[in-house]
């Protein structure tokens, strides 16, 4: 006589393939097949890494152990939020790679002329910037405010139990990236200070392998932001300051870091200014998708401010 399962096992296996066939897996693993095939064809080898594979199998276990047993709804919102996001990272970071290794002539001069056009001459911003210690600092802590931002997010639309405002965040963010790396792609640049020897960034060693065509070897958790058209961090501090909305003085305390944010891209990112106007443009429209797509469901403020 066949000894019977507890029911809590009989679960794991449907809940996890209901997991897989959500859209948000479902494009996340295309992706990430697409990727493969590509990197393959490329000489682009990925390692996941053993940190970043613990930051995904962690919070993935914990969030199904949270759904299989009913309870810690709250601990399974947070991990799910952070195993959502850092499995965007780990599809998302590669694509940059894929699109420097398209080759397409660097756009470095017409970037320039642009700024100049505009007023701004990059190369004098990023020596007063390393002129000034203290600027220099304020503006590198904006700068890597990124992690701690999204964890941040995470953790407080999970407690707050405004999961609406992290598919917000999602959406925005993964379509943000896909639309960075496909004008990325065919409008690629090395930096402000490439051509005048001014920092040398160590992302740029890896622009250099990725678009001479060699094979090269990445660990995602040491792979580097390397597009510049538009600017990726300009457009998280419009993703970050626009989800934080509507919610006291929180939302004023995030538009102030996150203006600095877009700022530091210009120095600390070695962007140009026309990058960091792109970024905002691209997820202007995509808020204004999000909002009338119906993608992220009931994106009226005022049917979903009921949390705070």
Known sequence: MQEARPAFFDRIWPETLRIARSPIALILFATALIELVWGLLIGLRVNLGPIVGLQVVIPGAVALLCRMIGRLRTIGAIADTIFAWTVIAVVGTPLTYLAARADFPLRDGLFRSLDLRLGFDGLKWVATVNGHPWLHAVLAIAYGSMGLQVLFCCVLFALTREMWRFREMFWLAWLGLLITCLISAFLPAAGITARYAVQDPAWREHLTILRGGRPILAEIGGMKGIVFFPSYHAELAIIFAYVNRNAGLLSWFMLGLNALMMVSALSEGDHYLVD?????????????????????????????????
């Not at 204004?288 to 994106?299: C, F, I, M």
């Open 276 to 308: 960091v106007i792109a970024g905002i443009l691209v997820t202007s429209g995509l808020i204004l998708l999000l909002r009338y797509s119906g993608l992220v469901e009931g994106s009226s403020d005022d049917a979903r401010l009921t949390a705070r």
